[in-house]
């Protein structure tokens, strides 16, 4: 959806509204930390995000990675920027098509700063000399297709000493096409009035977003404004001399003085702003829990998993339970698919899933990092008390979940611990729920008013002698169904039919039930190839003929990957009673490892 569009419903609902701008980082490791404050992010309602462009193009590849899977991941409306620096008209359309083959329609347009080493700026052979130039060549190549941002200064560009003059300029990229302006950073509220007010006086008719800047360091704060020198009013430099040197008293008053500039905003009846988030998190969270914008779950959470944003799945509301924690890989392996599961409780089978081989399997972390979390197994034993810690957050993720568990596990993390110790290694759960609000806090998806369920599921490895156990047990429960598959894909199951089920639904008014989350055979067969070779990844960390890689290795190549549904939702603890869970029992069976979880 374009941008415009957005702000024009936002204004006409008398709706507040606010965006993210990120950057792309500089490391493997930082961009996966990235994707995961975007999707946290995510949870407080920006109407879109933006990702910046390197000069010349220095991060392009990246950054249309990164607009692609804010888009299709993590259902966020995302706005491209795209330079003059450097960029012949050939890289232009190549960025160009890039946005719109992954479903983006909004281009922030501007001319960039010089490249890296170059002091003034130069336009390139057969390339643009000016932000309006590139308005005029996207709205010639692409028409109304995308929303074309541009950028506006309020105390004027550093190139150019004439103010009116670059307002001037301003109009000009405007009237080329521009449909919105997001103002540079500023620190002085008042300048930044006046400007719109210069603007609307010479007929800029257009949205104007500020952009803000919470401070988040003295030093920075110098660095910062050194790049466009921005004018800073003495009293901020005054009220920060006896606090610069404490940088949690510095990012405090950057929190607050940014409050008092939106509530002026507001004053002056501008409804919306922008946050340079410079990829920090805190203290834009605060900033709209302290204005009390953080949006209601039927605004941000439609469904439990965050809808994708690309046209072709534009119908698609219902999901395998699997990847679940790698919601990515499963928008890749499917992505070529025309057609994708929908409906109440029509056939919810999904089509082919791409092979494996096109789209690789990695961990998230590097591999320092993943033998500092794992460290050296020697058994399997030391592999369950890694899960376990895991489970009790002592561990920041493993390779099925690169994240902390999800708040709904909360409930739960205690006995997940426990059955880890016991030799399940878990590396998917949820709790039962029966008739949750959808405005929960935790349980809460979907339209106002309704209410959510969801079957108690887990899914785990386990050695074969376990798996005989367990499903021994399961045979005298009518109310549990489980598949279970080795890595040769040997499948156990007690299921009667290949009909999906459904293990999350919602009952809103004026709408039929909802069943976004299934478990699924075909599904499960396609995530075990996956699953499995998490655990190859995982012993390549290690010398070939260390104990760690062949223990890792013997799980690979023996144990099983299961999932249980239990299908009565109003038993909380039914799932549970499977395992030997009293204390005492595991304090009895895993004493050695119980007493080294923190």
Request: charge should be negative; glycine fraction near 6%; hydrophobic fraction near 35%.
């Amino acid at each position: 959806m374009k941008v415009i569009d957005k702000i024009a419903k936002a204004e006409s609902e008398g709706r507040f509204f606010y965006s993210f701008e990120y950057f792309p980082p500089k490391t493997p490791q930082g961009v996966q930390n990235l994707y995961d404050r975007m999707e946290r992010m995510q949870r407080y309602g920006p109407e879109f995000i933006d990702v910046t462009w390197g000069a010349g193009g220095t991060s392009a590849d990246l950054t249309t990675e990164l607009v692609a899977t804010a888009q299709s991941v993590y259902g966020l409306e995302t706005m491209m920027h795209l330079t003059c620096t450097n960029m012949p008209v050939e890289k232009i359309d190549a960025a160009l098509k890039a946005a719109k083959d992954c479903g983006c329609q909004n281009i922030l347009a501007l001319r960039g700063d010089p490249p890296k080493g170059q002091l003034n700026w130069e336009s390139c052979a057969n390339g643009f000399e000016h932000a309006d130039d590139l308005v005029r060549y996207i709205r010639k190549q692409y028409g109304d297709y995308f929303c074309i941002a541009v950028a506006g200064y309020p105390e004027g560009h550093i190139d150019n000493p004439d103010k009116e003059d670059d307002l001037r300029r301003l109009k000009d990229k405007v009237d080329a096409g521009a449909d919105v302006i997001v103002t540079q950073l500023f620190f002085d509220c008042d300048a930044f009035l006046t400007f719109v007010t210069r603007c609307r006086e010479i007929g800029i008719k257009c949205p104007i977003l500020p952009g803000v800047f919470p401070i988040q360091n003295y030093n920075g704060l110098k660095r910062v404004v050194s790049f466009s020198n921005n004018s800073v009013p003495q009293k901020i430099w005054d009220d920060l001399e006896p606090i610069k040197d404490d940088d949690a008293a510095v990012k405090e008053y950057g929190i607050n003085l940014t409050i008092e500039f939106i509530k002026k905003f507001r004053q002056a009846g501008i409804n919306g702003f922008h946050i340079y988030t410079f990829n920090l998190e805190r203290s834009s969270r605060l900033i709209l829990e302290r204005l009390d914008l953080v949006p209601g779950t039927d605004s941000i959470k439609p469904l439990p998993w965050n809808p994708s944003l690309t046209s072709k799945r534009a119908k698609e509301n219902v999901r395998p339970i699997f990847w679940k924690n790698r919601t990515k890989s499963y928008i890749q392996r499917t992505e070529s698919w025309d057609d994708f599961p929908n409906g109440r409780w029509g056939d919810s089978r999904s089509p082919a899933f791409g092979e494996l081989d096109g789209y690789g399997v990695s961990l998230k972390y590097p591999q320092k990092e993943c033998l500092e979390m794992w460290g050296y197994p020697k058994s399997a034993d030391d592999i369950a008390l890694t899960f376990a810690k895991y489970c009790k957050g002592a561990v920041a993720g493993i390779p099925w979940s690169a994240q902390q568990l999800d708040a709904e596990t909360e409930v739960i993390r205690q006995r997940l611990a426990g059955i880890n110790l016991l030799g399940y290694l878990t590396i998917n759960s949820q709790p039962a729920v029966n008739g949750a609000k959808s405005s929960h806090e935790i349980y809460g998806w979907g339209p106002k008013n309704g209410y959510v369920y969801q079957k108690a599921y887990l899914e785990f490895f386990v050695s074969p002698e376990k798996l005989d156990e367990l499903t021994s047990k399961i045979s005298k429960n009518p109310q549990v169904t489980y598949y279970a598959v080795n890595k040769q894909g040997d499948l156990r199951t007690n299921t009667q039919n290949d009909q999906p089920t459904a293990v999350t639904w919602g009952v809103f008014p004026g709408k039929e039930i909802i069943q976004p989350t299934i478990v699924e055979s075909m599904a499960f067969m396609a995530w075990k190839d996956e699953a499995f070779e998490l655990w190859g990844e995982w012993a390549r960390i290690y010398d070939r003929e260390s104990e760690s890689a062949k223990v890792t290795l013997d799980i690979m190549n023996n144990w099983y990957l299961v999932n249980i549904v239990h299908n009565d939702f109003q038993d909380e603890n039914g799932i549970w009673r499977l395992f030997d869970l009293e204390v005492d029992q595991i304090a009895r069976k895993t004493k050695h490892l119980f007493d080294l979880i923190p």
